[in-house]
């Protein structure tokens, strides 16, 4: 069995990180999305829609890598609702 770096969330959908490679992975998107917004925001001499398009194309990018990797290294995502056994 393989070490899961997400775990499921216990309430919604999604995954928080549970290993210190998880924590690596977040911290990288927040770096690479931060520098691309800072890279972006100091290009001179281009239209804003431009750049807004840019920034919105990046992120999305960026977003679609980190839940891919979430996917493939931690818990199978599904819509939870808390811990059903505890009482």
């Known amino acids: 069995m393989k070490k899961l770096w997400f775990k499921a969330r216990s ?12 924590w690596l992975v977040l911290f ?20 804003q829609e431009k ?3 840019e920034l919105i194309l990046e992120t999305l990018l960026l977003v679609g890598v980190l ?4 996917y493939r290294m931690g818990e ?3 819509w939870r609702w808390g ?3 505890k009482k």
Do not use: E, H, T
Request: hydrophobic share 45%; proline share 4%; net charge positive.
């Open 28 to 47: 990288v998107f927040l770096v690479l999305d931060v520098g691309n917004a800072y890279r972006l925001d100091s290009m001179k001499g281009v239209s």
């Open 67 to 70: 839940v891919l990797i979430c």
């Open 83 to 85: 811990n059903k056994n």
């Open 11 to 22: 309430y919604g959908w999604g995954w928080y990180p549970s290993a210190w490679q998880g």
């Open 51 to 53: 750049i807004a398009i």
């Open 76 to 78: 199978k995502p599904s």
